[in-house]
């Protein structure tokens, strides 16, 4: 069974930062490209900030010069560092990543965690 857990969301008045974080377990072989989306209330959700493997980023623009990804494979983790945070990047955000297991490739989802951007 694998998890892919979120931490780190909160409350931060605007032009604060955050760090948010994900950790995949379970019988793991590998993963593929580790990405986060949001989804503001009534909107689709949407890609944030991706990773692949070997480190290549991709942003959405709306984030571009403020979040910063990273993963660290040994540890399954990614990492979502949210800097001069504005009201509009207030969402849900969610990990999402392609597993592979002994049983085949899965995509899983986190639970999500709140990020609230408010003075």
């Known amino acids: 069974q694998v998890q892919l857990v979120e931490s780190g969301g909160g409350l931060v008045q605007p032009g604060g930062s955050l760090r948010l974080s994900c950790a995949a377990s379970?019988?793991?072989?590998?993963?593929?490209?580790m990405n986060w989306y949001r989804q503001a209330p009534g909107k689709q959700r949407k890609l944030v900030a991706a990773?692949?493997?070997?480190?290549?980023?991709t942003y959405a623009d709306s984030v571009k010069g403020r979040f910063i990804i990273s993963r660290d494979n040994a540890k399954n983790t990614v990492t979502l560092q949210l800097n001069s945070l504005k009201p509009e990047d207030t969402a849900v955000y969610y990990c999402?990543?392609?597993?592979?297991?002994?049983?085949?490739?899965?995509?899983?989802w986190g639970q999500g965690t709140q990020v609230t951007v408010s003075s």
């Open positions: 990773i692949n493997s070997g480190g290549s980023t």
């Open positions: 379970g019988s793991i072989v590998s993963i593929y490209a």
């Open positions: 999402y990543a392609p597993i592979r297991t002994m049983s085949g490739l899965t995509n899983y």
